[in-house]
């Protein structure tokens, strides 16, 4: 279970490196599809800190847990 949430952690920073790259590319074509991707640029780090600080709650709970 820890390691399905790492993944998703890390699936989070690649859409926001993906976002990264879309607006640095589309800023100067299209600033309308630009601002979408600051967006989930924004939302993916966003998600990535708030599942990181899940993951390491549940982490210390489990082993709170076991002792």
Same mark, same amino acid.
């Given at each position: 279970? =820890?390691? +399905?949430?790492?993944?998703? *952690?890390?699936?989070?920073? &690649?859409? &926001? +490196?993906?976002?990264? @790259?879309? $607006?640095? *590319? *589309?800023? #100067? +074509?299209?600033?309308?599809?630009?601002?979408? %991707?600051? @967006? %989930? &640029? +924004? =939302?993916? $780090?966003?998600? @990535? $800190? %708030?599942?990181?600080?899940?993951?390491?709650? @549940? *982490?210390?709970? /489990?082993? #709170?847990?076991? /002792?």
């Amino acid at each position: 279970m =820890i390691k +399905v949430l790492r993944y998703t *952690e890390y699936l989070y920073l &690649a859409v &926001a +490196v993906v976002s990264l @790259f879309t $607006i640095y *590319e *589309e800023w #100067n +074509v299209d600033r309308d599809r630009a601002y979408l %991707f600051v @967006f %989930f &640029a +924004v =939302i993916s $780090i966003g998600m @990535f $800190i %708030f599942k990181k600080s899940y993951r390491k709650k @549940f *982490e210390n709970r /489990q082993k #709170n847990n076991k /002792q």
